[in-house]
């Protein structure tokens, strides 16, 4: 039987000059905590969309969302333990 573990990861907003319309909102989520870690200079990190494109090249797969947290959304991701 397979046995899996589990990464949780909260992403926030991050305040960016000229929030307009213009702003995608790839561009101001970005990872805060990871398995309720706070990670370093978060705000300088990578933004959302390059977060999952680098989760999946490291085995991670979405498995679900969460409440939202700090205004901002939790996923939930998953890979086999080795």
């Given amino acids: 039987m397979e046995k899996w573990e589990y990464l949780v990861v909260e992403f926030s907003q991050v305040e960016k000059k000229g929030m307009g319309i213009a702003v995608m909102a790839d561009d101001i989520y970005r990872a805060h905590y990871e398995n309720g870690v706070l990670l370093q ?3 300088e990190g990578p933004t959302f969309r390059r977060y ?3 989760a999946g090249e490291n085995g991670w797969e ?3 969302n969460g409440p939202p947290k ?3 959304v ?3 991701f998953k890979r086999i333990k080795e």
């Fill in 74 to 76: 939790t996923c939930v």
């Fill in 62 to 64: 979405f498995a679900g």
């Fill in 52 to 54: 999952l494109t680098d």
């Fill in 41 to 43: 200079d978060w705000q």
């Fill in 70 to 72: 700090h205004g901002g």
